[in-house]
C-alpha cells in the first residue's frame, strides 16, 4: 500500500508565500507524473501543477509565474511554492502521484487526504 502525505498548508495573508509538501511512503518502485491539485468549497476540483518524471511542468495558466513545482526522487517527495497568494487561492490542496507499484512498471494512482490553505485579504 502507499500512502501520500501533505504538510504546510496554513492561514497567510494576501501576497504572502506557502511551500508544500508532499511525501510518499509505502510499495514504491518509482514515479510517473506527480502533482497538486485544489478545490475550494462549492467548487469541482482542478488542477494546480504536474511535473513528469522527466522534470516537464505543466501549471494551470492562471497560475503561471507565482507557483513553481519540484520534486526529490530520492525522497519520494513533490513540492509547491506558493508566492503572492490570493483570497482565491483559498482551498484544500490535494499531492497526487502515478506511483509504479511493481518491477514491471505497472503504476497506480494515488491521493493524500488534502491540506488547508487559507489566503486572508
Known amino acids: 500500500q502507499v500512502q501520500l502525505v501533505e504538510s504546510g498548508g496554513g492561514l497567510v495573508q494576501a501576497g504572502g508565500s506557502l511551500r508544500l509538501s508532499c511525501v510518499a511512503s509505502g510499495r514504491i518502485f518509482g514515479f510517473n507524473d506527480m502533482g497538486w491539485y485544489r478545490q475550494a468549497p462549492g467548487k469541482q476540483r482542478e488542477l494546480v501543477a504536474i511535473?513528469?518524471?522527466?522534470?516537464?511542468?505543466t501549471y494551470a495558466d492562471s497560475l503561471k509565474g507565482r507557483f513553481i513545482i519540484s520534486r526529490n526522487n530520492t525522497k519520494n517527495t513533490v513540492y509547491l511554492q506558493m508566492n503572492s497568494l490570493k483570497s482565491e487561492d483559498t482551498a484544500a490542496y490535494y499531492c497526487?502521484?502515478?506511483?509504479?507499484?511493481?518491477?514491471?512498471?505497472?503504476?497506480?494512482?494515488?491521493w493524500g487526504q488534502g491540506t488547508q490553505v487559507t489566503v486572508s485579504s
Open positions: 497526487y502521484s502515478k506511483v509504479i507499484t511493481d518491477l514491471s512498471g505497472r503504476w497506480r494512482d494515488y
Open positions: 511535473i513528469t518524471s522527466g522534470g516537464t511542468t
